[in-house]
T-cell receptor, first 117, second 109 residues
Framework: DVKVTQSSRYLVKRTGEKVFLECVQD?????MFWYRQDPGLGLRLIYF???????EKGDIPEGYSVSREKKERFSLILESASTNQTSMYLC????????????????FGEGSRLTVL | AQRVTQPEKLLSVFKGAPVELKCNYS??????LFWYVQYSRQRLQLLLR??SRESIKGFTADLNKGETSFHLKKPFAQEEDSAMYYC???????????FGAGTRLFVKA
């Protein structure tokens, strides 16, 4: 069973703080993703990574950065948290397949609910 | 631009009634379509994908390229089907998966 683990389920931070959200997967997946989930907006892709030290911007990268130093770990960083970054953050991973980027199935973590005051 | 539209935010049906969750997409290339589901207090998970043409938990979805739709259907809804459902699309072979806004299905006893 694929396991994607997000280290913090709930965080409360103050405006301007630096925030780290950690995600670890244990199935040797090449691809990892960070989404934010907001009511009425669904899931929006922030960043993804298809290999160690590789990263690509998603649809809403502003105000975020990521780090992938090891294959199993993908971190989302908010350099200076703002109230509009209050959200549920979902990490996901997927398996690379020959001839394509991945199988299409995303395996999600349980989410990290961030509140910025 | 790629876009996934789920017109209903909330869908409420009685147990045993048919259910259809609508999904329309806009994409000019060759898309792959998915339905993901999130039950209460559980993580988001894949329900089905159009390539597999399978039925999962009694749900089916047919890709209609002419109408650019991928509606999710079940002939007889069960209470345990109550959940949040997301339609998703990615370009064939691509990395990015985009999601619709989601539809909350509530099945009443």
């Amino acid at each position: 069973d694929v396991k994607v683990t997000q280290s913090s389920r709930y965080l409360v931070k103050r405006t301007g703080e630096k925030v780290f959200l950690e995600c670890v997967q244990d199935m040797d997946h090449e691809n990892m993703f960070w989404y934010r989930q907001d009511p009425g907006l669904g899931l929006r892709l922030i960043y993804f990574s298809y290999d160690v030290k590789m990263k690509e911007k998603g649809d809403i990268p502003e105000g975020y950065s990521v780090s992938r130093e090891k294959k199993e770990r993908f971190s989302l960083i908010l350099e200076s948290a703002s109230t509009n970054q209050t959200s549920m953050y979902l990490c996901a991973s997927s398996l690379w397949i020959a001839g394509g980027s991945h199988t299409g199935e995303l395996f999600f973590g349980e989410g990290s609910r961030l509140t910025v005051l | 631009a790629q876009r996934v539209t789920q017109p209903e935010k909330l869908l409420s049906v009685f147990k045993g009634a048919p259910v259809e969750l609508k999904c329309n997409y806009s994409y000019s290339g060759s898309p792959e379509l998915f339905w993901y589901v999130q039950y209460s207090r559980q993580r988001l998970q894949l329900l089905l994908r159009h390539i597999s043409r399978e039925s999962i938990k009694g749900f089916t979805a047919d890709l209609n390229k002419g109408e650019t739709s991928f509606h999710l259907k079940k002939p007889f809804a069960q209470e345990e089907d109550s959940a949040m459902y997301y339609c998703a699309l990615r370009r064939a072979g691509g990395f990015k998966t985009i999601f619709g806004a989601g539809t909350r299905l509530f099945v009443k006893a």
